[in-house]
């Protein structure tokens, strides 16, 4: 069994920067592909950004050049760094490892 717990989101005025963290519990951490989805208010949940084994990185146009993924396999953590911030990436942020397992959410929310 895989737990995720996430942390780091809060509240962020535009043009800001926070950084979310996933930390896992169980599972084969440094074999799996993690990732960092996002879902507002209204909408469905959608892909920010995937990072591989290897390191392989992959984001949505929406954050590209804005946020970064990484992971530390010894630490079992993927980060996602986010930057200049904008009101539209108000969301539920969620981390996903693999396929088949979520973590519970953290909220980022942009506003001034």
């Known amino acids: 069994q895989v737990q995720l717990v996430e942390s780091g989101g809060g509240l962020v005025q535009p043009g800001g920067s926070l950084r979310l963290s996933c930390v896992a519990s169980?599972?084969?951490?440094?074999?799996?592909?993690m990732g960092w989805y996002r879902q507002a208010p209204g909408k469905e949940r959608e892909l920010v950004a995937t990072?591989?084994?290897?390191?392989?990185?992959n984001y949505a146009d929406s954050v590209k050049g804005r946020f970064s993924i990484s992971r530390d396999n010894v630490k079992k953590t993927v980060y996602l760094q986010m930057s200049s911030l904008k009101p539209e990436d108000t969301a539920v942020y969620y981390c996903?490892?693999?396929?088949?397992?979520w973590g519970q959410g953290t909220q980022v929310t942009v506003s001034s």
């Open positions: 169980g599972g084969i951490f440094h074999l799996i592909t």
């Open positions: 996903r490892y693999g396929l088949d397992y």
């Open positions: 990072i591989t084994l290897g390191g392989r990185t």
